[in-house]
């Protein structure tokens, strides 16, 4: 249900098209699609820019959310019937200040100007369209400090439990 498929398929695309422009994707993490996923990003000669990592934790993680520019949280909740969700790596990559793409809904983060919302569904992710959004992110203020700021006033516990006893009132 994470869908990494779908953004190497969208890098790849833009890539063949642009191939001047300089893009990265790091993909942390192993499990049971991993060898899937290698196999697509060799298919589509995409090894050059399309990168694996294995799993990370502590501060080799974090050394990879800090050299970062933005993040891809899951894509394809579909496949799971999950078309509202609330993941953990959303909200560590606002931490991180980390702009990011999301495909489900998720209650944190509705009409959120820091988050690129693609479809949740198998259609075609446009890389041209994410690209375009992150440059209006970046160039409408929002860094790394304000993303970060978002998530130390709304996503911590004290945050929470405010808005619990708020709401039972």
Do not use: Q
């Not at 196999?39 to 934790?57: M, P, V, Y």
């Not at 894509?75 to 200040?97: P, T, V």
């Not at 569904?121 to 993303?147: A, C, H, P, T, V």
């Amino acid at each position: 249900w994470h869908g990494f498929d779908r953004i190497i398929n969208s890098i790849s695309d833009f890539k063949a098209k642009n191939s001047n422009i300089i893009i990265n994707l790091n993909i942390v993490g192993d499990g049971p699609d991993l060898k899937r996923l290698i196999n697509l990003t060799e298919r589509l000669s995409a090894s050059d820019f399309i990168k694996f990592h294995g799993e990370k934790t502590g501060k080799e993680l974090e050394d990879m959310y800090l050299n970062s520019d933005m993040a891809v949280s899951s894509l394809a909740g579909f496949r799971k019937s999950l078309f509202i969700s609330s993941e953990i790596k959303s909200r560590e990559y606002c931490l991180y200040g980390l702009p990011f793409v999301l495909a489900s809904k998720d209650p944190d983060f509705y009409n959120c100007d820091f988050v690129i919302n693609v479809e949740n569904s198998d259609s075609e992710i446009r890389f041209e369209d994410i690209l375009s959004e992150y440059i209006n992110i970046r160039s409408n203020g929002f860094g790394k400090e304000s993303i970060h700021s978002y998530a130390k006033e709304k996503l911590t516990f004290e945050a929470k439990k405010k808005e619990i006893i708020s709401e039972s009132r």
